[in-house]
């Protein structure tokens, strides 16, 4: 037989020779291969070499490109605010009442103190423009602020128990109040102009026209007029409220403010004016 028989493998492994005190006609077992690892002691092994790979791969450097972590980024630059520029408004015509009212020296000369301290008042309450110079809309809205803790603290307005719209021509504001309740917390405006004077007395409005024009003053815009008198009105004035010296005799209003009592006031509420305003005779 050839060295490949299988059978030839055998007889060669019957002829081997018995070991010592084996006892006649045994046979020696087959030699046993180290087989490998089966049934729980596979899985063990197997348990133990991937632990093994895990700390292996913990301990191991990271890679030079994992490494690297982003540098945090840099906090952005904010653009230092410009600084505001040095008031240089001259003395004004109610330089000695602004002065009173921000609490600065009274002396009616204007000092870059004065200027800044009128310029924070003007952006403060919306007056433009906001320059620092104590002129007649700086005043107008001074008198206004300075009001609203008791507009009618003189009694001059008559309180009622139903609601009442305050005109107070003296000192050019509206108001209105429903009993000792302000409802309505004072506004600047602008009454009639000499010859022109808004007439005083007891009113009640009588007609409303939200987007009325002037039928005597060439279609000039009256928006949200009330009238309460004849062809007297409360009504906003588009532009500088102020302009002219006087209105021709309707009570001017900024618009935004003549919106808001437009969306307070409705026909038969009572107007009632007094006083004389400055620079018209009595």
């Known amino acids: 037989m050839t060295a490949g028989d299988p ?25 046993r291969l180290p087989a490998a690892a089966s049934g729980p002691r596979r899985a063990a092994a197997g348990t133990a070499a991937l ?8 301990l191991a450097p990271p890679a030079a490109a994992a490494s690297a972590a982003p540098a945090p980024a840099a906090p952005a630059r904010t653009a230092p605010a410009p600084a505001e ?25 204007q ?23 104590p002129g007649l809309a700086t ?27 305050c005109v107070d021509m003296e000192r050019q504001l509206l108001w209105v109040q429903r009993g000792d309740r302000v409802v309505f917390a004072p506004v600047p405006i602008r009454t009639g102009r000499d010859d022109q004077e808004t007439r005083p007395g007891w009113h009640e409005v009588y007609w409303r026209s939200i987007d009325h024009k002037s039928t005597l003053y060439d279609d000039a815009p009256m928006p949200c007029a009330q009238f309460f008198d004849g062809g007297q009105a409360l009504h906003g004035r588009p532009g500088d409220l102020y302009a002219h010296g006087g209105s021709a005799g309707c009570v001017n209003l900024s618009v935004s403010d003549a919106e808001r009592l437009w969306d307070l006031l409705g026909e038969g509420d009572a107007v009632y004016v007094w006083g004389t305003k400055p620079g018209t005779d009595d």
Not at 115 to 131: L, S
Request: contains cysteine; glycine residues 10%.
């Open 51 to 58: 632990l093994a790979l895990s700390a292996c791969a913990a």
């Open 111 to 133: 000092s870059p103190a004065d200027c800044a301290a009128f310029r924070t008042f003007q952006q403060a309450n919306g007056v433009r423009p906001a320059d620092g110079y």
């Open 139 to 165: 005043y107008r809205v001074m008198t206004a602020v300075a009001a609203r803790t008791d507009p009618n603290a003189a009694g001059d307005c008559p309180v009622r128990a139903h609601r009442v719209t």
């Open 7 to 31: 059978a030839g493998a055998i007889g060669a492994a019957a002829t081997a020779p018995r070991p010592a005190g084996a006892a006649p006609g045994s046979r020696r077992p087959p030699a």
């Open 85 to 109: 520029e040095s008031c240089t408004a001259g003395t004004g015509p109610y330089q000695r009442e602004l002065e009173a009212h921000l609490g600065r020296p009274a002396d009616g000369v």
